[in-house]
């Protein structure tokens, strides 16, 4: 419960931050299943700024609907930099958006190895905007070991998530 007032909390503020600058978000989520797309359009007023959401459960998903080649995909892993990078700028591409939150994890309770554990979950944020009639692009990504069970795993994705782009974006302009 506590969980779902922060991210009630973050998704308001990130909407007002997003407001402010004109800016307008997307996602592209895997292991959260379109969790983060439905908190922030839990949001009064979000389709000011969220226009849609890409739910890429699967690698053929991820490359269809977000043109990610599937050899990086197959390279690296679902789960790794790499993709979740490529899903976040692709993703920001495709809705033509200047925020994009891409998430993709082993939430369990399976799906886990010696070296992605359950809980392993990468987030990416890719920002892009215009300054000065200049294109400025940042791209932030970290990987998390969270614990507990699936939901808990999911929860505490969605919120850091949203904590961190509401972060980044109090940081530009």
Known sequence: MVYLREIETLSQQLGEALIK???TI???????????????????????YFERA???????AKA???????????NNGAVSQQTVEAMAKGAALKANANLAIAVS?????????????VGTVWVSIFIQYVLDEKTTTQLFSHCFLF???????QQQTIKYSLNKALELTNKII
């Open 26 to 48: 997307t996602t592209a989520e895997s292991c959260t299943g379109g969790g983060i797309s439905a908190a922030i359009t839990e949001t009064a007023g979000s389709s000011a």
């Open 64 to 74: 269809e609907m977000l043109a990610i080649p599937i050899t990086l995909i197959n």
């Open 105 to 117: 994890g082993i939430a369990g309770p399976g799906g886990g190895s010696d070296a992605k554990p």
């Open 21 to 23: 600058r004109n800016w």
């Open 54 to 60: 890409f739910v890429t459960y699967s690698n053929q």
């Open 147 to 153: 614990s507990g069970n699936r939901h808990s795993i």
